[in-house]
């Protein structure tokens, strides 16, 4: 009879503790897990939950036991599931912030490499590019292109500063990834197409 008695205040004790983790989880005063209205589903979705779920943690320790009958322990538990809650996003934006920081400690570096490749007018209004040491004339070579005719148009961008070799060996050290040119293919008749980076 005791042992009875043991096992069915066992089996009340888990039920109670079942319901209070499903009230504290979806609160069937709210509608319950599958309702797309629940409160914190709308705070979350509006963006109105930057200080609501700390509101909650402090709403449900003060009122913890007092309220309705309420018990401690679902009241508490429910004030550690807001926490628990406002901690993984503030984690979660931490690790999107540092991922942001990351990329723009990159840009830096990006950007004063393709600055000091692009090319610069002369006083005679030609296209000076720093890699090759010599004058351009509006022209750009390509060797992919190198039997084909095609007419470039004339433009200043940082396209027209990047002058791929034929020599694939001949990698400039001054510039990563960029190869240097036969300065004499420079006065001949080549034309290409936009060189992308």
């Known amino acids: 009879m005791f042992i009875s008695l043991l096992k069915r205040t066992r089996r009340l004790l888990m039920e109670t503790l079942d319901e209070i983790k499903k009230n504290v989880e979806h609160p069937s005063h709210y509608g319950g897990a ?4 629940e409160a914190i589903k709308v705070l979350r979705e509006w963006q109105l939950d930057k200080d609501a779920y700390l509101w909650n943690v402090g709403k449900y320790l003060s009122r913890a036991g007092h309220k309705d009958g309420n018990s401690q322990l679902q009241d508490l538990t429910k004030a550690r599931w807001y926490l628990d809650y406002k901690i993984r996003l503030l984690e979660e934006q931490q690790k999107v912030a540092e991922s942001v920081v990351d990329t723009l400690k990159k840009v830096p570096s990006e950007v004063a490499d393709k600055l000091t490749t692009m090319p610069k007018k ?5 296209f000076y590019d720093p890699n090759l040491g010599g004058v351009c004339h509006d022209l750009v070579y390509r060797p992919d292109d190198s039997f084909k005719e095609k007419l470039a148009e004339p ?3 940082i396209e027209t500063a990047v ?3 034929a020599h694939n060996d001949t990698m400039s050290p001054n510039n990563k990834g960029v190869n240097k040119v036969d300065h004499s293919m420079l006065n001949s008749k080549v034309y290409a197409d936009d060189v992308k980076f």
């Open 34 to 37: 599958d309702n797309p209205y």
């Open 122 to 126: 002369d006083i005679n209004d030609y």
């Open 155 to 157: 433009t200043c961008s």
């Open 163 to 165: 002058v791929p070799s």
